[in-house]
């Protein structure tokens, strides 16, 4: 199975910091990476599949790149809203994997 | 607009079995993957299984390979996870995940989930 591993587990920021989250795989996934958030109670929500392409509804403050092995999600400008946890998921081959979690709390 | 409701879920001795389910509208849902991705509570997310628009192919995890079996009836719009042989650690909220088109990848839409305990 493909490993995901997200850094850092948990990150501390204020209303307006840029968020860096990194997710990198164990294989080769080509651009087959998506980002999700999930707030608590609530069902996860697709932010960005292909790597780089933003749902749409998504605000623009989030993007995502990388390729290969090693992917990353920034939130360019931290909102309230944005607190919650993000997780990164491998669908170049099954069984599809998600990374650990990154949780982004109020600092 | 796109709606997943699971059901079924509830409290289940181990070694027994139990069948969860998922009701879609606001798509046309014989066009679409589907997908059944777990979480413990407090804990990450495990995709479960995964089925084809037409339910020609089908995946499962590993931890549930043999005892979980997925299916869909597309004129009824609904998903199905029959679970056998139920394990402690198959407790979890059990989430319907929508693929982006005929044969999966991601999950675009999700539903709000349904408890299964095992104890």
């Known amino acids: 199975d493909i490993q995901m591993t997200q850094s850092p587990s948990s990150v501390s920021a204020s209303v307006g910091d840029r968020v860096t989250i990194t997710c990198r795989a164990s294989?080769?996934?080509?651009?087959?990476l998506a980002w999700y958030q999930q707030k608590p109670g609530k069902a996860p929500k697709l932010l960005i599949y292909?790597?780089?392409t933003l749902q749409s509804g998504v605000p623009s403050r989030f993007s995502g790149s990388g390729y290969g092995t090693e992917f990353t999600l920034i939130i360019s400008s931290l909102q309230p809203e944005d607190f919650a946890t993000y997780y990164c998921q491998q669908a170049n081959a099954f069984p599809y994997t998600f990374g650990q979690g990154t949780k982004v709390d109020i600092k | 607009e796109v709606q997943l409701v699971e059901s079924g879920g509830g409290l289940v001795q181990p070694g027994k079995s139990l069948k969860i389910s998922c009701v879609a509208s606001g798509f046309t849902f014989d066009h679409y993957a589907m997908n059944w991705v777990r979480q413990v509570p407090g804990k990450g997310l495990e995709w479960v299984s995964g089925i084809t628009w037409n339910s020609n192919n089908v995946d499962y995890a590993d931890s549930v390979k043999g005892r979980f079996t997925i299916s869909r009836d597309n004129a009824q719009r609904m998903l199905y996870l029959q679970m056998n042989s139920l394990r402690i650690e198959d407790t979890a909220f059990y989430y319907c995940a929508k693929g982006p088109d005929a044969t999966g990848d991601y999950f675009d839409h999700w539903g709000q989930g349904t408890l299964v305990t095992v104890s």
């Open positions: 292909a790597a780089s």
């Open positions: 294989q080769n996934l080509n651009n087959w």
